[in-house]
C-alpha cells in the first residue's frame, strides 16, 4: 500500500518549498526583487489599477474622500483650539495651515504603516494560491498609498497659498525628505504583517500605539510646548524631526534641526533594511500556516 502511495507523489527531493531559498545572501536577495519588479512590471501597473478603482466605485462621491476626510479632521482640530479646548502653543504659520500639513506627512507616515502591516492578512491567500513574487504585491501597496496621499496633498498648496505663504526653489525637495517616513512606516509594518498571522493581540497594540504616536508628535501642537514630561518625549521622538524638517522646507524654506534629521533618516534606512532582511525570512513560512486556515 505504502509503495503504492509514493508512486503518486514526488520524492522529497523534488518538492519545491512555497517560499524562496532564505539561505541566499541578503544582497542576492535584493538584487532577484529588483529584477522581478522589471519582469513583472505589467502584473504590478494592473494590481495599481485595479486596487485604486475598487477602492472608490462603489462611493457616490469616489475619489473626493481623498480631499473631503482630512479637511473634516483638520476641522475638528481647529474648532478645539477656537473654543479655548486646546492651545498648541506658537505655529510659524497660521494653525489651520499647520494641522493640515502636519496631519498630511503624519498620515504618509501612518499610511505606509497600515498598508504594508496588512499585506499578508488580507492578500494571503493570493499570495499562496497564485505563482508570482510576493515583493511585487508589496510594492503595490507602496505606490497605491503615494498615489492617495499625492492627490489631496495639492489641497494642502492651496490653502498654503490662501493663507499667503510662499513657496521657494527648496520646496521641490520637499518630496524626497519624505523617504525617512516612508521607510520607517514601511519597515514597521512589514514586522507587523508577520505579528498579524502568529500574534495577532501584539499587532492590535502596535496599530493603537502607532495611533497614540500622532499625540506625542508635534502634529496639533507647536514643537515648543510648555508640559515638561511631553516636552522630553518630544524632544527624543525621531518623528518630531523627520515630520518637522519636512514641513519646515515646504513653508519657510528652512531646516529644521538638520543635524537629528540626518541621523534620524539613516536610522531608518537601518532599519528598514533590518524589517525587509526579517520578512524576507520568514514570510514563506508564515504564508504556508495560511493553508490551513
Known sequence: ?????????????????????????????????????????????????????????????????????????????????????????????????????????????????????????????????????????????????????????????????????SFNWSALLFPLTLLPLLLLGTGLGLLVALLRVVAIDFSKLADQGVTFLMFLTPIIYAPKIQLNWLASIVKYNPLTYLIGFSRNLLTQGTLYEPYYYFVFSLASLVFFFICLRIFMKYEGNLLERLINV
Request: no cysteine; net charge neutral.
Open 1 to 165: 500500500m505504502s509503495s503504492k502511495v509514493s508512486e503518486n507523489y514526488p520524492a522529497a527531493a523534488e518538492l519545491v518549498p512555497l517560499h524562496g531559498d532564505t539561505t541566499e545572501k541578503f544582497a542576492t536577495q535584493l538584487i532577484g526583487y529588483v529584477r522581478n519588479l522589471r519582469q513583472y512590471a505589467y502584473l504590478l501597473q494592473q494590481l495599481i489599477i485595479v486596487d485604486i478603482t475598487n477602492a472608490y466605485k462603489r462611493s457616490f462621491i469616489g475619489l473626493s474622500w481623498l480631499v473631503i476626510t482630512p479637511i473634516a479632521s483638520v476641522l475638528i482640530w481647529v474648532l478645539l483650539n477656537g473654543a479655548g479646548i486646546m492651545e498648541p502653543g506658537k505655529t510659524d504659520i497660521p494653525y489651520p495651515a499647520y494641522v493640515l500639513l502636519s496631519t498630511s506627512i503624519w498620515s504618509f507616515f501612518q499610511g505606509a504603516y497600515q498598508v504594508t502591516s496588512n499585506v499578508i492578512s488580507n492578500s494571503g491567500r493570493f499570495m499562496v494560491t497564485a505563482k508570482f513574487p510576493h515583493e511585487v504585491l508589496v510594492v503595490e501597496q507602496v505606490i497605491v498609498h503615494a498615489i492617495n496621499f499625492v492627490i489631496p496633498f495639492f489641497i494642502n498648496i492651496v490653502v498654503l497659498l490662501a493663507y499667503g505663504i
